[in-house]
């Protein structure tokens, strides 16, 4: 069936499509709250904003899309143990890896781009002899307002 006119399929929908993997309407509404989250959301998150648009989805279904992504390398699971909720964060995967630092008061998570980042990797491959395919880093400290008592 094809989409409506209105609806501009997005990247991680069209890479189910390019892969050939099965397209569900519930599946849609999940990868449509993950294409659009402005924020990292876990899968509680995911479930609440999913059901919104299709009330069929499930906590299962969540949970098997969200490893089906990370398998096809779609998005990236951030372990953000020390801060509130179920301690998995889901967010797209960006183009260039970033550094994750969470704040241990507040529960503001800020990304950090470092080219010192890109050439620890790399001396990681060629030291190592080791392929690099994912690579995270997550700090956790305090923010500029918490330090400042804002």
Request: contains cysteine; aromatic residues 6%; positive net charge.
């Given at each position: ?7 501009i399929?997005g990247?991680?929908?069209?890479h189910f499509a390019?892969?050939g993997?099965?397209?569900?309407e519930q599946?849609?509404a999940?990868?449509r ?22 009330a ?8 098997r ?10 998005i990236?699971?951030l372990d953000?143990m020390?801060l509130?909720g ?5 967010e ?6 970033h550094i994750?630092m969470a704040?241990l008061r507040?529960?503001?998570i800020m990304e950090?781009?470092s080219?010192?980042?890109d050439k620890?990797?790399q001396?990681v491959?060629?030291?190592c002899r080791?392929?690099v395919l994912?690579?995270?880093l997550?700090?956790g400290g305090?923010c500029?307002?918490c330090?400042?008592?804002h």
């Open positions: 069936m094809p989409l409506p006119q209105t609806e399929p990247r991680l929908q069209a390019e892969r993997i099965r397209m569900t599946r849609r999940i990868l709250v993950i294409e659009t989250a402005n924020k990292h959301l876990d899968a509680s998150q995911i479930l609440r904003k999913a059901q919104r648009l299709d069929r989805v499930d906590r299962s279904t969540v949970y899309t969200l490893r089906l992504l990370k398998r096809q390398g779609l990236d699971e953000l020390h509130n179920e301690g998995h964060y889901y797209r995967r960006l183009a260039k890896d994750h704040c507040c529960g503001k950090f781009v080219d010192q980042f620890l990797k001396q491959e060629s030291d080791f392929h994912v690579s995270r997550e700090i305090y500029a307002s330090r400042s008592g």
